[in-house]
């Protein structure tokens, strides 16, 4: 009894007891919140001891503290701890991902969440929290006793400990996945293996390494990419067949939000999701083997690629890490051949970092939140209604110099997907019992009406005519932990091979007078610029573009994703389980038929990377660029 006294009077029962408190919630959210894939023992091993280490490095720091302090010190290294599981649960629970530094910079989005995030907390999370709450009651009753006194010696042992447990983790990842440390995109395994805390020490430290890549690039690091570009399928020489076909005219580009192409020409209860989308896609080019490329930077992430023909990051969005960059943007470039560039969002104009961002990329004016009449009853979830977006943008559209280049970025169809008003549900929900699932077709319904009443505005307004429009999806709307219901709504198993290919997003390019065709090529938003400037009859210049003009005829029919998955007209690579597939028959084959694909993904996902990391184009405008314009 005496014994156990002393125990408790030196502090060890409750830092016992907070060890096992804090390791038991990290161990139930890595199986529970997170689909980790535990694919064996050793990695079930692995992922009980992993939280050990970092938990005790991280609680063993408050022994730095004077006695005095000391619990105060370790009550806060716990909080934040909790906080951080905590605040990746509740991540992953809409993006499928974890959290990264770059994306908790863009800390200015999650305040304007609202709904989004509200959606996303579950009353059980409580649970997360009671033992910070009994732990603090704790340390408070215990306030006259001495707070945990441990001799110098075996704090030294516990960290010779946390070595240890470290050592034999890190080993057993390595046997698990080679290269784990160097294979950056793959989030999903690094926490399986090195575990939550760890993870976000590497994030941290990788963070640090992108920030001097600015510093250290030379010119060098761009001819390297030019040479990349201008040598892959000859690209820069390319013309589509519909070169200059659209000369002159305006170019309207409407991002659908989070429109993934499975919606189109597709029934629910007997009756159409898109049923305007469906109608325009016969008399436009429509392209139904279209993907997105984007990663955490979502509807920003589409933005950047539509514009620049590069690549988002591997982490984070550019819109908020890379905003002062150079770039040789669209509506740059659009702007020198008398064009009117401007955005049009019915969100703050801070989201997304756009109001810095647009400027950088060259548009003359982003309409946003702050220009429309937004009301109470006119707007949800993020802001302005996708219907009332569009009636209130035909007068700031008129009001421009033509030809305009006019992004409008829609909204409403935005998880968790609500309407809040009778009228605006055309169509009855799903049955799959997965909420978002069910609740995404009413939202995309009422998108579809909005999209579909632009079009008689534009036709009214007589401006319809001398318009080119391109309309396509930003990304993906129902991640892969809707997969049950998603496996319900289309009548087949999701394995990686669907998932890959649900990425698709629909590609509209409607060019009033001129017939419509359904384009079997596959590419990806990375094509966009390109695809445009070529109808407007625009020749790059020595340009820096890794996507190809979608109506070239000696394109190659590729999409490389983000995370390094590919498809192409014969095979899909998907990245995440390192599994090919024969596209035709969709069975698995040998790895090494997709080889090449993996390696050209990886290549010049790196080559895009160094671009924004290394601001390479700042050397761009030196040289290559004036040169190339005389
Ligand atoms: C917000 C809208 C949605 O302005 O673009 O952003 P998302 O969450 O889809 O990236
Ligand atoms: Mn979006």
């Known amino acids: 009894m005496n014994e156990y006294k002393s125990l408790l009077k030196k502090g060890w029962l409750f830092f016992t007891v907070a060890i096992v408190f804090l390791w038991a919630k990290t161990y139930y959210a890595l199986k529970t919140a997170f689909t980790l ?7 079930q091993f692995i992922l009980a001891i992993t939280p050990i280490s970092s938990i005790l490095f991280f609680l063993g720091l408050a022994f730095f503290f004077s006695p005095k302090r000391r619990n105060k010190a370790f009550m ?45 907390i579950h009353p059980t999370d409580i649970l997360y929290w009671i033992d910070v709450v009994i732990l603090i009651a704790w340390t408070v009753r215990q306030k ?65 390494n992108t920030s001097t890549k600015r510093v250290f690039a030379d010119s060098d690091e761009l001819t390297e990419v030019l040479n990349y570009v201008n040598g892959q399928q000859g690209k820069m020489g390319v013309q589509g067949k519909y070169y200059g076909k659209a000369a002159g005219k305006n170019v309207v580009l409407i991002s659908l939000e989070s429109t993934q192409n499975f919606v189109i020409d597709r029934k629910l209860h007997g009756q159409e999701i898109t049923p305007f ?25 589409s933005e950047f690629l539509l514009d620049n023909s590069m690549y ?10 890379n905003a002062g960059n150079e770039f040789n943007a669209t509506p740059e470039i659009l702007k020198e ?24 990329l060259g548009y003359d004016r982003y309409f946003s939140k702050e220009e429309y009449n937004v009301t109470e009853e006119n707007s949800v979830n ?77 036709k009214e307004q007589g401006e319809y005519k001398d318009t080119i429009f391109v309309l396509y999806g930003d990304h993906y709307g129902i991640s892969d932990n809707h997969n049950r219901a998603m496996s319900e709504i289309l009548g087949k198993e999701i394995r990686p091979f669907e998932r890959v290919q649900l990425q698709k997003v ?31 009859g625009i020749k790059e210049k020595h340009d820096v573009q890794f996507g190809v003009d979608l109506f070239a005829k000696e394109r190659e029919d590729l999409a490389i994703f983000r995370d390094g998955s590919v498809v192409t007209d014969k095979y899909v690579y998907a990245a995440k389980e390192d599994i090919c597939y024969d596209k035709s028959t969709g069975e698995e084959i040998e790895d090494k038929t997709c080889a090449p694909l993996k390696q050209k993904a990886k290549k010049e996902l790196e080559l895009s990377d160094k671009v924004v990391h290394g601001d390479l184009l700042r050397f761009l405008e030196k040289n290559q660029k004036i040169e190339g314009k005389k």
């Open 277 to 301: 989308l469906n109608d325009l896609t016969d008399d436009s080019f429509y392209f139904k083997n279209f993907y997105h490329n984007t990663g955490q930077g979502k509807t920003s992430d």
């Open 37 to 43: 894939d535990i694919e064996n023992n050793t990695q």
């Open 144 to 208: 006259t006793k001495p707070s945990m006194r441990f001799k110098k010696r075996t704090v030294a042992m516990l960290y010779a400990t946390v070595l240890g447990i470290g050592a034999v983790n890190l080993s057993l990842a390595n046997q698990e996945r080679p290269e784990l440390l160097t294979r950056t995109f793959d989030r999903m395994k690094l926490v399986k293996l090195l575990g939550i805390y760890n993870y976000h020490i590497y994030d941290s430290v990788m963070t640090a």
């Open 76 to 120: 806060v290294i716990y909080s934040l701890m909790t906080f951080v599981l905590f605040a990746n649960v509740v991540y992953f629970r809409f993006f499928n991902d974890f959290i990264t530094l770059p994306v908790l910079m863009q800390y200015k989005n999650f305040l304007d969440l609202g709904g989004s995030a509200k959606a996303l």
């Open 337 to 360: 051949e008398g064009y009117t560039p401007v955005a049009l969002h019915g969100n703050h104009d801070t989201f997304w970092n756009r109001d810095v961002m647009y400027k950088s």
């Open 506 to 536: 629909p590609l509209i390019i409607h060019i009033p007078g001129m017939e419509g065709k359904e384009m079997n090529t596959v590419g990806s938003q990375v094509d966009l610029k390109p695809t445009i400037l070529h109808l407007l």
């Open 312 to 321: 988002g990051l591997s982490r984070g969005a550019v819109f908020t890490t």
């Open 382 to 458: 993020y802001g302005l209604k996708d219907i009332p977006f569009f009636e209130q943008s035909m007068p700031m559209l008129k009001g421009l110099e033509e030809p305009y280049y006019a992004k409008f970025i829609t909204m409403t169809n935005h998880y968790p997907y609500i309407l809040d008003n009778e009228k605006m549900k055309m169509i009855e929900p799903a049955e799959t019992g997965d909420g978002s699932v069910d609740r995404y077709f009413q939202t995309m319904r009422y998108q579809d009406e909005a999209v579909k009443k632009f079009f008689q505005m534009m």
